[in-house]
């Protein structure tokens, strides 16, 4: 069973705190992750890649525990900007393919 | 614009009619996944395909949903006898090969049934 599991929020957060988005896979032979960010009705817009242990990006910091199948994503000075649904997404392995296969996203709102 | 391409942004149809989506993957991919999303929902995985081949189809509903990806031209996901319950934003993407790259996403296309 190919599954990603995040937790819906919403997360409401005044500018300039940070958070973090904990997201969990089910199949430990998963190869990699992304965290994709999706605005209200856009398409989904990649925002990280996370191959290894983690990736940083400026105020974006994502880190892969592989023992623990979980993925995070820290975001830092939260800026009003910032205000999307986040998606966990993994290839993931299951009965002798890989799909890509998405969380239904956190919600996080940022407020002034 | 060099992205991935969806025609049409919004689509209406009544029921029973066919309803035809398209989508021209970025310029150098030839990978090509279809999802859905319904209001408040996660995206689905349908389809995935690459030129001339459907390489994986566990995500498609067994009837009236069909997609290709012919040598020229782009993918369509074509929605026959429509449903109320098949109203939903369809993404596509595309990526240059599967295994551990990220896709990329076009604008979706918005299919309201009346």
């Keep these: ?112 | 614009n060099a992205g991935v391409m969806q025609n049409p942004r919004h689509l209406v149809r009544r029921r029973g009619q066919e309803a035809r989506l398209r989508c021209s993957p970025m310029k150098g991919h030839s990978h090509v996944y279809w999802y859905r999303q319904l209001p408040e929902e996660g995206l689905k995985f349908m389809v995935y395909l690459q030129k001339e081949n459907i390489i994986d189809e566990s995500g498609m509903p067994k009837e009236r949903f069909s997609a290709e990806f012919p040598k020229e031209g782009p993918s369509i996901l074509r929605i026959q006898q429509v449903v109320r319950g098949d109203s939903a934003a369809y993404f596509c993407a595309s990526s240059p090969q599967t295994g551990n790259q990220p896709q990329h996403f076009g604008d979706g296309t918005r299919l309201s049934i009346l």
Excluded at chain 1, 24 to 44: G, V
Excluded at chain 1, 52 to 60: A, I, K
Excluded at chain 1, 75 to 104: E, M, N
């Design chain 1, 1 to 112: 069973r190919k599954e990603v599991e995040q937790d819906p929020g919403p997360f409401n957060v005044p500018e300039g705190a940070t958070v973090a988005f904990n997201c969990t896979y089910s199949n430990s032979a998963s190869q990699s992750f992304f965290w994709y960010r999706q605005d209200c009705r856009k398409e989904p817009k990649l925002l990280m890649s996370v191959y290894s242990s983690g990736n940083e990006d400026g105020r974006f910091t994502a880190q892969l525990n592989r023992a623990s199948q979980y993925i995070s994503l820290l975001i830092r000075d939260s800026k009003l900007s910032d205000s999307a649904t986040y998606l966990c997404v993994g290839w993931l392995s299951g009965a002798g393919s890989y799909q890509l296969t998405f969380g239904k996203g956190t919600k996080l709102s940022v407020i002034p």
